[in-house]
């Protein structure tokens, strides 16, 4: 599960991280927006897991943070994407993500208390690393509509915040 | 006229100078939040003045300094402070840890 997990988020750090000698593989504009929306979704559902799962303050917060912010991200992207007139396309990176996340909240749903949220955490610190990683090297790069670049740049900024955030409190875990 | 008659009023003139010219009025100074940037970034202000943040995000922020004051500022929406103590603090938004402003304050 863990192995599958990391491979999944493996290839999404590879297809970033060559985005110009795979140019073929340079995600057009409605395989963009699709990514970032799940990704966003994703994290939501992990949130949402967290707040029935925790008692711990810090974390609930921090969950709720979570919830609040990708589902405000996510409204605009879906205002931009009607604008646009795109319809986001699924794609290999997005089931990766998805499946890697499913796969996450089972592990997950088996463990209890300070157990649980220590890895919640833990795994939202390198889930926003992962998704901010993509976002830099290739999801911002490959985008050509101007202002889904602008959203993806603003998303950015709020995962980055999400990942100092999930720092802190694992640091107030410990 | 005696000296000490020119130069008492001379001196009280002089007084009321000060006085007009020394108590500014306090002043509301207005910080943008778009896109998670605090601007202007650095803030120049006086015991007295309030800030106010306009938060033209859809996300909500705050303003917190560490140990001290924390300022709630909800998406779409306005929200202000009255500066009380003197010298430069730095704050943050405690959701988002990257959005940072300072507030220099003088006396």
Known sequence: MLVRHTAALAALLLFGAA????????????????????????????A????????????????KDMVRDHEAVNAQALDLVKKLKVTPEDNATSKALTKAAAEERAKLATLKGAAFDKAYVDNEVAYHKQVNGALETLLIPSASNAELKSLLETGLKIFQGHEQHAEHVAGMLK | MRP????????IASLALVIAATPAAAETIEVTIDKLVFSPATVEAKVGDTIVWVNKDVFAHTATIKGGWEVMIPPKKSASLTLKAAGPVDYFCRFHPNMKGRLVVAP
């Open chain 1, 48 to 63: 949402k897991q967290a707040l029935k799962k925790s008692k711990n303050k810090e974390v609930l917060d921090f969950a």
């Open chain 1, 19 to 46: 985005p110009l000698a795979q140019a073929a593989d340079k995600p057009t504009d409605p395989q963009i927006a699709h990514i970032a929306y799940t990704a966003g979704v994703l994290d939501v559902e992990a």
């Open chain 2, 4 to 11: 000490y008659a020119l130069d008492r009023r001379l001196w």
